[in-house]
């Protein structure tokens, strides 16, 4: 299910009697996934874990808290794990990938910090935080062939916008959980703020490889349709 929040869009994966939530960017959006549950008739003790694409602050302000509000714990993939656990330096985008940041934001609305993401923004998310989660961490790899409580659902390494992104992949489903991999501004494209060029190219080519029919992006809306990866747009180098 999709819930849109203040800075991206959480995905709520339901299995039968559990549910993971992934990306939370804002302490503000815990309210709108209570409210999805409740719609979809859900209690929220079936949330099993609460699962990051990747350790951007627009992704990852509010994951701690709801973690440690459910008393679930949080689940990482194997390179976000190691930057917590093992002191693991993630890169960022840096000089003119960085500016095209500016106008993203403002293609997303350019959405206002909430008061209570202030009081713990500056821990989680950006290149001189620690990231300290209080929640239990758990490492998710990509030889996991169910995502607690979720057959079907496997996790991919995929690097490129950030050294520790990952995707969601159902085969049967056609369904990816992409993250900021992909976005949605501009019909459905290929991220362009990235950290590195070749590690993109390496994802793009393995995401091209599944057969996907629906895309859920980090930021825009849903996008289906069949060769729905290999349709994706690359745009100009230095587009925002």
């Not at 299910?1 to 009697?17: H, I, K, N, Q, S």
Request: proline share 7%; with cysteine; aromatic share 8%.
């Amino acid at each position: 299910m999709v819930v849109p929040g203040r800075y991206c869009v959480t995905y709520l994966l339901l299995g039968a009697d559990s549910v993971v939530v992934v990306d939370v960017g804002s302490v503000t959006d815990h309210d709108r996934i209570f409210a999805a549950l409740e719609w979809l008739g859900r209690p929220r003790a079936q949330i099993r874990c609460v699962m990051p694409t990747h350790l951007h602050m627009d992704h990852v302000i509010g994951i701690d808290s709801l973690a440690r509000r459910l008393g679930v714990p949080i689940v990482l993939g194997h390179v976000a794990y190691q930057a917590i656990t093992e002191g693991r330096t993630l890169r960022f985008p840096r000089g003119l990938h960085l500016l095209r940041a500016v106008p993203t934001y403002v293609m997303q609305g350019a959405p206002a910090g909430a008061l209570a993401d202030w009081r713990v923004g500056l821990e989680f998310g950006f290149p001189w935080s620690k990231n300290r989660f209080r929640a239990p961490l758990v490492p998710c790899l990509e030889t996991d062939t169910s995502v607690l409580g979720l057959p079907g659902w496997t996790v991919m390494h995929t690097p490129g916008h950030a050294d520790d992104a990952i995707c969601l992949h159902h085969a049967e489903a056609r369904f990816l959980v992409a993250g900021d991999t992909v976005r949605n501004f501009s019909g459905g494209e290929w991220n362009p703020l990235g950290c590195d060029r070749g590690d993109y190219d390496r994802t793009k080519d393995r995401l091209r490889r599944l057969e996907v029919e629906t895309i859920f992006p980090g930021h825009g809306p849903v996008l289906q349709g069949a060769d729905l990866v290999n349709r994706l747009r690359t745009l100009p180098r230095f587009a925002p």
